[in-house]
């Protein structure tokens, strides 16, 4: 049986996949970044939604991902394996710092991971024999006509966004998800009924990074150039946290929404205001925790889809 | 000759300078109810938290059915059948009653469904009787109903051995004879249980020994006629008339 969430998720991913039919290209290039942050938001989900630790090193992924896709691309590799080698060492990478990092509990943990942000960052532009430093990569890019590599990479963010979904969807049915639930709501007891909270935090942490490198990597192949400040932005980090809050942390619709509603947002109506980003950002930030603790998601849009449905449903029968 | 479950060896734990737990060296059959008494701050929880690998013991050894536990973490424990009650009650409180008691199942005793699970749970819910909160939010239960879902919660991790850390704390009396029945039902599913408990009519009711903890030492073992009677525990515990008046309701 398909669930409400999944019956919105698939709509919406048909409107997104399907704009460069009918859409001017602005539009196509929103519906990229509406793909790619609710990418980033649902793998922040596992971490910062199910296990409660609010991670804010998503940007020191995406970048690591970013990086690792243009060395390789730049040193020869084809650019379907460099997303594959992006994907990998994100992986690698995180599980260790994972280890080093949940040994802190709460604000300590956020102000550490986001840390790493800045920490890669600074390796990116020190490191100049190969990240080119601060001048940064150039990127062999498609040619093929530019309508084309739009759809190409809507196609390739989308299907990121899927898999992205469908973790989510695997995590919260099965033990580690549960175990994930447990240990936000109450630590020391997770440990005590027998959940080895230090290994499922690292997991968690884990998967929350390793397809944010993949988004990094397809982002630089899509950009065709990246530096260390584009790469590795704090307010990029605190973006992808506040999109999935805004939705609903810990539901599985929820970071889609917010990211999705935040992207529309910023790309159609705050393009006009481009001075006023981060201060809206700010104001955005303070509502969400005084009005909207739970996010849209418990606002009832869901039940109110569903009762429609159901509605039509009946009214087929008949 | 019942078998041994748990040994300590020369425990001990200190704190900086405070020595919790010193020298305790103990043991414990299989099903049977050991009262662990003494005065606050005597090292009885602390005790509990060593067992259960929340705390490395600074010296001394704990061996679990013959395999030297000492240095395993508290996930450890749990799976190894080595389960605990708080003190101040640990519950996940967005999560139903139902969940709650699942989450012991599912993780203690690797079962690998979620739905097979929440069966279980709802075994060990009806046990402790509280069947009719088990859709509800473990946080809007009443005290006693929370000290059952512990209670409950520690059942579904398949327990073999069951430290209650004053269970009874905070109830009525009512409901302590309620937590009396209960507990002597958990203890006949064979379960070794070792009960921490300020009042004595529980401790005198249940247990086959008690051993009594004072500064961080154990200063007596034996049967509860025996520790009533000892000096050394009438001085640092009891009192001189509380314990005349354990005897004669013993003999009453
Ligand atoms: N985590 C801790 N850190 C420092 N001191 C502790 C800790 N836990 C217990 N203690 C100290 O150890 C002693 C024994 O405490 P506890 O085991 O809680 O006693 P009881 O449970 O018998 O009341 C007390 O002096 C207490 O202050
Ligand atoms: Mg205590």
């Known amino acids: 049986?398909?669930?409400?969430?999944?019956?919105?998720?698939?709509?919406?991913?048909?409107?997104?996949?399907?704009?460069?039919?009918?859409?001017?290209?602005?539009?196509?290039?929103?519906?990229?970044?509406?793909?790619?942050?609710?990418?980033?938001a649902l793998s922040w989900n596992i971490i910062g939604g199910y296990a409660g630790y609010p991670s804010l090193a998503t940007a020191a992924f995406v970048g690591l991902g970013s990086y690792v896709g243009a060395v390789s691309q730049v040193n020869g590799v084809t650019m379907l394996f460099s997303?594959?080698?992006?994907?990998?060492?994100?992986?690698?990478?995180?599980?260790?710092?994972?280890?080093?990092?949940?040994?802190?509990?709460?604000?300590y943990f956020a102000i550490g991971s986001i840390v790493l942000v800045e920490l890669f960052r600074l390796i990116a532009s020190s490191w100049s024999s190969v990240t080119g430093g601060g001048n940064g990569l150039n990127i062999p890019i498609l040619r093929w006509d530019p309508s084309t590599v739009a759809s190409f990479f809507l196609s390739v963010m989308?299907?990121?966004?899927?898999?992205?979904?469908?973790?989510?969807i695997f995590v919260s049915n099965n033990r580690l998800g549960f175990g994930l639930k447990c240990i936000k709501q109450n630590e020391d007891a997770a440990n005590m009924v027998g959940i080895n909270t230090t290994l499922y935090k690292v997991i968690a942490f884990m998967l929350s990074a390793t397809l944010c490198g993949t988004v990094g990597a397809v982002y630089a192949s899509w950009s065709g150039y990246i530096d260390p400040t584009e790469s590795f932005q704090i307010v990029l980090t605190l973006k992808v946290a506040v999109m999935a809050m805004l939705g609903g942390a810990g539901t599985i619709l929820g970071p889609v929404i917010g990211a999705s509603t935040f992207v529309v947002l910023e790309e159609i109506v705050w393009v006009n205001f481009l001075d006023w980003n981060r201060a809206i950002l700010g104001i955005l930030i303070v509502m969400i925790i005084f009005f909207l603790p739970n996010g849209i998601i418990k606002l009832g849009i869901l039940r109110i889809f569903k009762e429609k449905l159901n509605q039509k449903f009946k009214d087929n029968i008949k | 000759m019942t078998s041994t479950v748990l040994e300590l060896h020369s425990l001990a734990r200190s704190f900086g300078g405070i020595k919790a737990v010193q020298?305790?060296?103990?043991?414990?059959?299989?099903?049977?109810?050991?009262?662990?008494?003494?005065?606050?701050?005597?090292?009885?929880?602390?005790?509990v938290n060593c067992i259960t690998g929340v705390h490395k013991p600074t010296a001394g050894k704990v061996v679990f059915y013959?395999?030297?536990?000492t240095k395993q973490k508290p996930h450890q424990a749990a799976q190894r059948g080595l389960c605990r009650t708080f003190q101040i009650v640990q519950p996940f409180p967005e999560m139903t009653v139902r969940e709650n008691v699942a989450a012991g199942a599912l993780f203690a005793q690797k079962i690998n469904s979620l739905s097979k699970a929440l069966d279980k749970a709802d075994e060990y819910v009806n046990f402790v009787g509280i069947h009719e909160m088990a859709d509800i939010?473990?946080?809007?239960?009443t005290l006693a109903n929370r000290k059952k879902l512990e209670l409950a919660k520690s059942l579904a991790m398949d327990p073999?051995?069951?430290m209650l850390d004053e269970v009874n704390a905070g109830l009525n009396s009512g409901e302590i004879i309620g937590a009396l029945n209960l507990i002597k039902k958990i203890s006949q599913k064979g379960i070794s249980i070792i009960i921490i408990e300020h009042l004595m009519k529980v401790i005198m009711t249940l247990s086959e020994r008690i051993i009594v903890l004072h500064n961080g030492e154990l200063i007596a073992e034996g049967l509860p006629t025996e520790i009533i009677n000892n000096p050394q525990v009438i001085k640092a515990?009891?009192?001189?008339?509380?314990?005349?008046?354990?005897m004669e309701e013993k003999n009453d």
């Open chain 2, 237 to 246: 515990y009891l009192g001189e008339k509380f314990a005349k008046r354990l």
């Open chain 2, 66 to 69: 013959g395999e030297d536990v």
């Open chain 2, 160 to 162: 073999k051995v069951l």
């Open chain 1, 158 to 168: 989308i299907l990121l966004m899927i898999l992205t979904y469908m973790m989510n």
């Open chain 2, 137 to 141: 939010p473990a946080a809007s239960l």
């Open chain 1, 1 to 40: 049986m398909l669930k409400t969430a999944n019956i919105i998720f698939i709509l919406w991913v048909t409107v997104l996949i399907t704009t460069p039919l009918y859409a001017e290209n602005y539009i196509v290039r929103a519906a990229i970044m509406v793909a790619m942050f609710s990418s980033l």
């Open chain 1, 83 to 107: 997303w594959v080698l992006a994907t990998i060492s994100v992986g690698v990478v995180s599980s260790l710092l994972g280890v080093l990092l949940l040994r802190l509990r709460g604000h």
């Open chain 2, 23 to 47: 020298d305790v060296s103990f043991t414990l059959r299989k099903g049977e109810i050991v009262g662990l008494i003494g005065p606050n701050g005597s090292g009885k929880t602390t005790l």
